[in-house]
């Protein structure tokens, strides 16, 4: 071997070197990306992987909280079941806690039977707690009837009426309590039919059935509402207010039994801090209907901040009805308007857009003496209606169109007995049937 050549040969070695090195360290760099990439990969699978798990931990989640709500939704059913079986509006739950029985089939029978059908009910749409009701209410009425109807209908006879048996029938209406007010319309328009046309007893009782009513529906006209029921998807609050013993917790009682047959969501205020027992009577009352009732046990308790709790309770419960019993009087020296004045303040704060309704309650039985508090009620207490109790057993059910006319609030309730369905939406057909039924 030459110099030249050995020279040569090296060159080419070293060259053939250099490019192996070069190509050794591109493999390297090759596999260094290789790797890396292979490693980048990794990270995105195990990113993927991360992901997708938690992915799945989420629909688990989810499903669960599906069942979850599924489950609510079936005892809510089922809850909803056994609390009403009956989703009819107020006006007529036939399944009761203590079921109501047929009576005889008698006069009474008949004669609720017939106000039904007058009304336009079907004979299978009849039920057994309708006709119970309206006996309630005719026997209930059947002292201020006798006071007045069946003495009428005994003076009158069959003959027409004359100018001096309009004369008797005053009489006899104003000792029913009816209201002068109410008498000098009834009266009057008698008179203004009696000199266009002879008028024979049994049409005279027809007419003043027909001006009676239209007294009654009068303010119910001009409210808006024929019926009074709370407005699904808002919060109804209703202030029972009047002085003491007129049957505000009772009625309350039979309210709240009343609303949550009727599946409203109820809720009970008591907000008669003054009587310690009301609680406790307000307690049973609502265990009977299967309703709440938000209290404060502690003496001297703020009425206004009884209906605080109640409402923020109602909020979360989503209910449909709050019912606030209030105090016929007060341990203070407050006056009880301005009380009654306060928790309205509280009520509209809290939820301005609530539908409040203040019923004033009265009892049927103080007549003249029940008109004379409710005027001073209306003055001061903003009401909206009125509930009429303890309408059985008195003869002054007449009370009942003086409080249209002269208060001018719509009846909404009427109540005859003690019991928990001894209380029903107010029906003017059949109040003033019941009123002039003639036995
Ligand atoms: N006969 C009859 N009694 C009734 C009726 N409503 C209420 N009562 C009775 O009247 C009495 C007084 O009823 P409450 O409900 O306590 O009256 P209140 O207005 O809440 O009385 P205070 O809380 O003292 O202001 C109780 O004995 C009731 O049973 C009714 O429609 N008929
Ligand atoms: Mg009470």
């Known amino acids: 071997m030459t110099n030249t050549n050995s020279d040569n040969t090296r060159e080419w070695a070293a060259q053939a070197y250099a490019l192996l090195k070069k190509k050794q360290e591109e493999q390297k760099q090759e596999l260094k990306k290789q790797e890396e990439q292979k490693q980048e990969l990794k990270k995105q699978e195990e990113q993927e992987q991360e992901l997708k798990k938690q992915e799945e931990q989420e629909q688990e989640l989810k499903k669960q909280e599906e069942q979850e709500q599924e489950l609510k939704k079936q005892e809510e059913q089922k809850q909803a079941l056994i609390d009403s079986p009956n989703k009819e509006n107020f006006q007529g739950p036939t399944q009761t806690i203590d079921e109501t029985k047929l009576g005889e089939f008698d006069d009474n029978f008949t004669w609720s039977a017939m106000v039904l059908a007058a009304q336009g009910k079907e004979i299978n749409q009849i039920s ?37 048996s309009l004369d008797d029938l005053e009489t006899l209406l104003i000792r029913a309590d009816v209201g002068i007010d109410s008498t000098d319309k009834v009266i009057n328009s008698l008179r203004k039919k009696l000199n266009e046309e002879v008028v024979g007893g049994e049409a005279g009782i027809k007419f003043l059935k027909k001006e009676l009513k239209l007294i009654i529906d009068k303010p119910i006209k001009n409210s808006g ?14 202030l029972l207010v009047g002085v003491n013993g007129v049957g505000k917790t009772t009625t309350l009682g039979k309210l709240a039994y009343l609303s949550s047959r009727s599946n409203y969501k109820t809720l009970i205020a008591a907000a008669d801090t003054f009587r310690a027992a009301a609680v406790e009577q307000l307690k049973v009352w609502g265990e009977r209907s ?8 502690s003496k001297n308790a703020d009425p206004a901040a009884v209906v ?17 019993d209030t105090a016929g009087r007060l341990q203070t020296k407050n006056n009880l308007m301005d009380e009654l004045a306060k928790i309205k303040k509280i009520i509209d704060k809290k939820v ?16 003249q003496n029940g008109l004379k508090q409710a005027k001073s009620f209306a003055k001061s207490a903003n009401l909206s209606g009125a509930i009429i109790t303890k309408l059985d057993g008195t003869s002054r059910g007449g009370v009942s169109l003086a409080v249209s006319e002269e208060v ?15 209380l029903r939406p107010f029906n003017s057909y059949e109040f003033v049937e019941a009123l002039l039924a003639d036995k």
Do not use: C, H, M, Y
Request: glycine share 8%.
């Open 128 to 164: 057994i707690d309708e006709i119970d009701w309206l006996t309630k209410l005719r026997r209930g009425l059947e002292e201020t009837r006798k006071g007045f109807v069946t003495e009428l209908l005994d003076k009158l006879g069959d003959d027409p009426l004359t100018p001096e």
């Open 225 to 238: 509402t024929d019926l009074l029921v709370p407005k699904k998807g808002k919060l109804n609050v209703w």
């Open 290 to 297: 299967d309703v709440d009732v938000i209290s404060n046990q």
């Open 308 to 324: 605080f709790d109640a409402i923020n309770s109602a909020k979360k419960r989503n209910v449909d009805l709050l019912l606030v």
């Open 352 to 367: 301005p857009d609530a539908i409040v309704e203040s019923l004033l309650v009265l009892d049927a039985s103080q007549g």
């Open 408 to 422: 001018n609030l719509p009846i909404r309730f009427i109540g005859a007995g003690e019991g928990i369905k001894d």
